[in-house]
Structures are given as C-alpha cells and as structure tokens.
C-alpha cells in the first residue's frame, strides 16, 4: 500500500508534505505509511489520503484497478469513453463580473484590472505564486489596502446554465473528470459551494497543483494517466482554441464550448457523444461548427 499511495501521490503531482495538509495528517504518518513502517494504519486515516488525492479507499489498498473505479462505462461510437471539462468558460462565468466589481472597489477601470489579473494568472495557475501573493502584488498596484480575490471571485462566478444535467449525463455514461487552469483553492471551494456540479469525479487535474497548465503538454499526459484509457478515448471540452489545439495534437477528441450559447453547446456535447461527431474544424468563435469525424 506504501508504494501504490506514493504512486497516486506523485501523479497527483503533490509532494508529501502538500497531501499533509490536504488530508490534515502529520508528515512523519505519511513518511512511514509510504516506505512501510506502518503496515495497517487507520481506515480514517486511508479514507483521509484518498479523499485529498480523488481516488478510493478500495484503490489504496489494492482491491480495485484505475479503471474499475466506476461501473463499466459506454465507448462512444467514435471510441471516446473518456471525457474531461474545462471549468471557467465551460462550467462557470466569472471574469468580466469579477474585474467590474473589484473596480467599482478600487475606483480603476475593469481594463486596468484585467490588464493585471492576465499578466500573472499563468503564474498563480501553475502553483508559483500563492493566492497571498497575488492579492497583495494586486493591492499594490491598485492602490487598496488589501484584495482577496477569491471573493470576489466566489461572488460573481455564475454556473453556467443545465451544465450540472450533463455532467450527471456524461458521468453516468462514460469516465469523467476536470481539467482546468486554476488558482490554488478554488476547485475545492466551489464544489463545497455547488457552484460546480457536485459529482463524484474519476479525476481532476488542478493546474496549481500538478504545476502546469493547458496548452502544456505535461498536463495532459498527467490528464491520460489519470484517465487510465488511451489518448484517442480522451474527449475534452474546452472554451480555449488553443487547449483544444494542443490536445487535439496529441491525439485527443475536443468539442468547442460556447458558454454564451451554452444550450447549443450542451446538446452538441451529447449529439458528440451519441454520435461519434468529436472532433471539429477549429474555426474562430464566432464561426458556425463544421463536425468532422477522424
């Protein structure tokens, strides 16, 4: 068990001291759990770590393979039996509501202030620079005293419309997971809050954590091993062109988001699915889909 927990561990990208504080547990339990001081430690303690690491007790303790975490899944009749969602832009609205508030704060302008949040959000999303970080650099250069930009985050990020009816759609059908470019937290936060669909996910893929973002490769080789499937039974659902471009390299299905027309979006994501039509032509947003099949 020493070794399979330092496995998942190490995929999850977490060093041993992370997963400490996710699983609130003394660093010196999980070094001796890990090399096999401590050959039967508590089931809480087990229920604990594979809580924080998104996996299942039955895992941990070897009665179960990564591919039989859930029932046995459907193939799509394009091969997809995998599928994986972007967060913002896809399962929730955020950012033009958020830049608006903190402006209205701070008495700058929404450009101003998206200006800033762009310049480091590839940062904070890899996991180099904490949230503390972020909101002091922010408060700095806007003059406040002080920023949490998770609240206001919290405060205007919107579920998008029905997505909670497809993720429960998708997951009964086929694997499921996250893959999202994200501040360290906020994953966490907005499960417990419902703002995105609570369900129990075969894997999510948090930037911060695994210190990497889209479109970088290694987040989605961490992404497939995760899955346990093959790339070309990964289907990714993205509101970027440029992730979907760079998934699409390595052989994944990609289906476009549109989170303004997220009713279409949704039924062109079961049709997808229904149908075999994954992959499509790349066009800029604001053209019409040409499905294609490959």
Not at 27 to 37: D, F, H, Q, V
Not at 53 to 66: A, E, S
Request: hydrophobic fraction near 35%; include cysteine; aromatic fraction near 8%.
């Amino acid at each position: 068990m020493g070794k399979r927990l330092q496995s998942v561990r190490q995929e999850a990208g977490l060093t041993q001291q992370a997963l400490c504080e996710k699983a609130n547990l003394s660093y010196s339990t999980l070094a001796k759990i890990e090399r096999g001081a401590i050959k039967s430690p508590s089931i809480f303690t087990i229920e604990s770590i594979a809580e924080a690491l998104n996996t299942t007790l039955d895992y941990l303790i070897g009665r179960t393979r990564t591919n039989d975490l859930k029932k046995s899944h459907q193939r799509s009749n394009n091969g997809v039996t995998f599928v994986y969602f972007d967060i913002n832009g896809c399962l929730v609205r955020f950012y033009h509501h958020a830049f608006a508030l903190l402006a209205e704060k701070s008495g700058k302008s929404p450009d101003t202030i998206e200006t800033l949040f762009w310049q480091y959000n590839d940062k904070i999303c890899r996991g180099e620079m904490t949230v503390d970080e972020f909101n002091q650099t922010l408060a700095k250069h806007l003059g406040m005293n002080s920023v949490n930009w998770v609240d206001y985050y919290i405060k205007t990020a919107e579920p998008v419309p029905k997505m909670s009816e497809l993720i429960n759609w998708v997951g009964e059908r086929y694997g499921i997971g996250l893959l999202s470019n994200i501040m360290p937290g906020l994953i966490d936060i907005m499960l417990e809050k419902g703002i995105i669909p609570k369900f129990s996910y075969d894997s999510i893929v948090d930037s911060s954590v695994v210190h990497t973002i889209k479109p970088e490769r290694k987040i989605y080789d961490l992404a497939t091993k995760k899955a346990g499937c093959p790339d070309n039974e990964i289907l990714l659902i993205d509101d970027s062109r440029a992730n979907l471009m760079a998934a699409a390299r390595l052989n994944w299905r990609t289906l476009w988001f549109d989170n303004f027309r997220s009713e279409e979006s949704i039924s062109r994501v079961k049709q997808a699915l229904e149908t075999g039509n994954h992959n499509e032509t790349l066009t800029s947003p604001t053209e019409e889909f040409e499905p294609a099949l490959s």
